[in-house]
């Protein structure tokens, strides 16, 4: 039972360069999530997607776009990468209960 | 605009002794507030809490929400090395579906 998986674990990028962090669960929740976790910030929604082919902003969207085509997969795209994108990016699913099931986490550096 | 504030942001302590870490909140249509825990990685879950004044209990673990007041705790007793961690708490409202709000989290040591 995989739970949620991230991947990359780690990635470093140039300015400007993009890239997708995938995202994949096996456990068919509806509510997906893509959060970022900056040291002493907490976390932070990026967006998130209550069915296959619906996605929403949260709080920090800018730089950011996702796609939910399936039910299990959520990935998250970075365009035109800033080092203000260095963080560590936390995907999460849930089902009707809202106790969210979190992947392991994908390092980000942009230099 | 909801909010979640921890107190304290970070905690040293001995092995042994007892910790309460806090959490306030402000929120509209509040459906719950959760505790997680996390070490390395991703954060895991430790509690969830709807009601005021019901205690959660979970081994040395225990949370209690009071919902007049806007606020929880978690309480550690007897810490232990494998306590360290940083514990995040969170609440959920509105609609539910757009995830949760999380505070900056407490980063609590516990020293041998």
């Known amino acids: 039972n995989a739970g949620v998986t991230q991947t990359p674990k780690f990635r470093i990028l140039k300015i400007g360069q993009s890239m997708t962090l995938q995202c994949t669960q096996d456990?068919?929740?509806?509510?997906m999530y893509w959060y970022r976790q900056d040291p002493g910030m907490g976390l932070k929604l990026i967006y998130y997607?209550?069915?296959?082919?619906?996605?929403d902003k949260g709080e920090v969207p800018n730089g950011y776009n996702v796609s939910r085509s399936t039910t299990e997969d959520f990935p998250l795209r970075l365009e035109l990468a800033a080092p203000s994108q260095t963080s560590v990016y936390f995907c999460?699913?849930?089902?009707?209960?809202?106790?969210?099931?979190f992947g392991a986490g994908s390092r980000l550096t942009v230099l | 605009e909801d909010k979640v504030v921890q107190s304290p942001l970070s905690l040293v302590v001995h092995e042994g002794d007892t910790v309460t870490l806090n959490c306030s909140y402000e929120?509209?249509?509040?459906?719950?507030l959760l505790w997680y825990k996390q070490e390395k990685k991703a954060p895991t879950f430790l509690f969830m809490l709807?009601?005021s004044g019901i205690e959660k209990k979970s081994g040395r673990l225990s949370s209690i929400l009071d919902k007049k007041e806007l606020f929880s705790i978690l309480n550690i007793t007897a810490t232990q090395t494998g306590d360290s961690a940083i514990y995040l708490c969170?609440?959920?409202w509105g609609g539910g579906a757009d995830g949760l709000t999380f505070g900056k989290g407490t980063h609590l040591i516990i020293q041998p």
């Open positions: 969170a609440g959920e």
């Open positions: 929120v509209t249509n509040f459906r719950s």
């Open positions: 709807t009601s």
């Open positions: 456990m068919n929740h509806n509510y």
């Open positions: 997607s209550v069915g296959a082919g619906i996605t």
């Open positions: 999460a699913s849930r089902s009707g209960a809202n106790v969210l099931t």
